[in-house]
T-cell receptor, first 110, second 110 residues
Framework: GIQVEQSPPDLILQEGANSTLRCNFS?????LQWFHQNPWGQLINLFY???GTKQNGRLSATTVATERYSLLYISSSQTTDSGVYFC????????????FGPGTSLSVIP | DTEVTQTPKHLVMGMTNKKSLKCEQH?????MYWYKQKAKKPPELMFV???????INESVPSRFSPECPNSSLLNLHLHALQPEDSALYLC?????????FGPGTRLTVT
């Protein structure tokens, strides 16, 4: 099956710093999403981005499907950005199995 | 509105109990999912319902029994669980590829 890797596994940032999180996947995908899981367990959609670049406020994401990776950029980090960031991919048609990467645990300190 | 609701938020049950988890969405999504998440791990897919029919069962033990009474509602019936089944149970729905998650039910089996 498809393998998903994320790096780094853990990241500590000073408030205001920028960071880049990476997701590598082993095969072509039809779907890629980035999620933020807050400390209470809620998974929040950040981006649906099977290819190309999207921006939403301080966050942006780029997926290069031909090279099988995606990047999530966080600028001017805030303490509320703390939590775990997951990328999740889907190979097949819609309503297929979604595979999550192991996540990047981010702590933003004041 | 991109809300998926789950009840209860927390559940403690004994190994001989029968209980049910409930998930609801009113976004007109045609697929609904159950995931199980252990601490410091990514969510793992359990079941997928598309158009109210079970389309994916990830070899989940029969002590977990899913039910989709209608397109807005998804239940997970629990019976004779083991302590190792203690986890965060997440429900999600999707229109096509993009998944939206509920807040989860934290289950403790004693």
């Amino acid at each position: 099956g498809i393998q998903v890797e994320q790096s780094p596994p853990d990241l500590i940032l000073q408030e205001g710093a920028n960071s880049t999180l990476r997701c590598n996947f082993s095969d072509s995908v039809n779907n890629l999403q980035w999620f933020h899981q807050n400390p209470w367990g809620q998974l929040i959609n950040l981006f649906y981005i099977p290819s190309g670049t999207k921006q939403n406020g301080r966050l942006s994401a780029t997926t290069v499907a031909t090279e099988r990776y995606s990047l999530l950029y966080i600028s001017s980090s805030q303490t509320t950005d703390s939590g775990v960031y997951f990328c999740a991919v889907e190979r097949g048609t819609s309503y297929d199995k979604v595979i999550f990467g192991p996540g990047t645990s981010l702590s933003v300190i004041p | 509105d991109t809300e998926v609701t789950q009840t209860p938020k927390h559940l403690v049950m004994g190994m001989t109990n029968k209980k049910s988890l409930k998930c609801e969405q009113h976004m007109g999504h045609r697929a609904m999912y159950w995931y199980k998440q252990k601490a410091k791990k990514p969510p793992e897919l359990m079941f997928v319902y598309s158009y109210e029919k079970l389309s994916i069962n990830e070899s989940v033990p029969s002590r977990f029994s899913p039910e989709c009474p209608n397109s807005s509602l998804l239940n997970l019936h629990l019976h004779a669980l083991q302590p190792e089944d203690s986890a965060l149970y997440l429900c999600a729905s999707s229109r096509e590829y993009e998944q939206y998650f509920g807040p989860g039910t934290r289950l403790t089996v004693t």
